[in-house]
C-alpha cells in the first residue's frame, strides 16, 4: 500500500490532504484505502511500477505524495455513507459527537463533490506525470491503461475530447468497450482498421468522430446514463432545496441523446464512406468492394 502501517504515521500522510480528526478510527479506513487502490490506482500505474513506487517510497516522495492525494479522496467519495454511519443493536446511526452536529444534505453533496474532483482529477495529474516521464518510469508502459490505448483509432481522453467534452482518464476507460463496438460494428463493415489507416492523418479525422458519437450513443443506450467530465451519469439539482441527486436519464431524454449523437455521426459517416469509396478508385485497381466493404492498399 501506498501508505505507512504505521497508524500515528499513516494519520499524518491522510492528514496532508483530507481534515481527519486524530482520534478518528483508523481501523475503519485502512480497508477502504487498500480497496480504493487497488481499483482505481493500481491499473492505472500498473502492478510493476506499483511495486516500484511501494517498495522505496522515500526515495519517490513525489510521486507517492500524488498517488496519495488521489487513492485518499476517492477513499472518503466512494465511502462518504460508511465512514459517516456505525452499526449498532439497533441498527445503523449516524457518528457524532458531543460538541459537534451532522452537515445538512446539500453541505454534504458539496464537499461529496470536492472529494470527487480531488480524487479523479489527481489521477488525471497522475497518468499524465508518468506519460511524460516514461523513461525514468518505464515499467508504466506495461500498465492496462498504457497498452490499451496503443495502436487505437482513439487512444485517449484527449482525442476522444476533440469531438465531445472533456473526460476524465476513468470516464475514457469506462467508455473503451464502447468505443471498441463502435468500430466493429459500424467502422469495419465500411473500412478495414490497420496500421496504414492509423497513420493516415485524413481518414482518422473522418473515423474518430463517427467513434465517439457512436460510443457516447451506445453508453447512454445501455447504461442509461448521461456523460460528463466526472462521471458516467446525470446530476439533477433540485431548486427547492439545492440537493443534488444522481439520477438516471428519463426514456425522453436518453431517446433524444441517443438520436442526436447517431445523426451527428451518420454526417460524418457519409463524408468516411465517398473518401473510402474515391481513395480506393485512384489508389488501387484491385480494391475490393465485397458486401460493401473495402479494403485500401496505400
Known sequence: ??????????????????PFASN??????????EDTEKHFLTPLLGTALHERLTKDMGTYNEEIKMCRKAVANIMVYM?????????LPGGFTRISGENTSSLYKYQEEDLKKIFRRNGFDQLDVIVEYFMKNRERFPEFETSDY??????????????FSKFYKTISHVVFKH?????HRAIDLD?????????????????LQLIRPIVVYLAVAYAIEDSGVNIDETG?????????????????LSKETSDALVTRYRELASRYMDHLTKEVSGVSENINVFARDNKNKKTIWI
Request: aromatic fraction near 8%.
Open 146 to 159: 498504457y497498452i490499451s490505448g496503443q495502436h487505437e483509432v482513439i487512444p485517449d481522453r484527449f482525442v
Open 232 to 248: 458516467v451519469w446525470l446530476e439533477n439539482k433540485i431548486p427547492a432545496d439545492g440537493i443534488i441527486e444522481r439520477n438516471p
Open 187 to 203: 467502422i469495419s463493415p465500411i473500412i478495414t482498421i490497420n496500421e496504414t489507416v492509423l497513420q493516415d492523418t485524413n481518414l
Open 24 to 33: 478518528y478510527d483508523l481501523e475503519r479506513v485502512i480497508p477502504l484505502l
Open 1 to 18: 500500500m501506498i501508505f505507512s502501517t504505521d497508524k500515528t504515521t499513516l494519520l499524518r500522510e491522510i492528514q496532508e490532504f483530507l
Open 175 to 179: 467508455l473503451q468497450p464502447f468505443i
Open 79 to 87: 465511502n462518504f455513507t460508511l465512514l459517516n454511519t456505525q452499526l
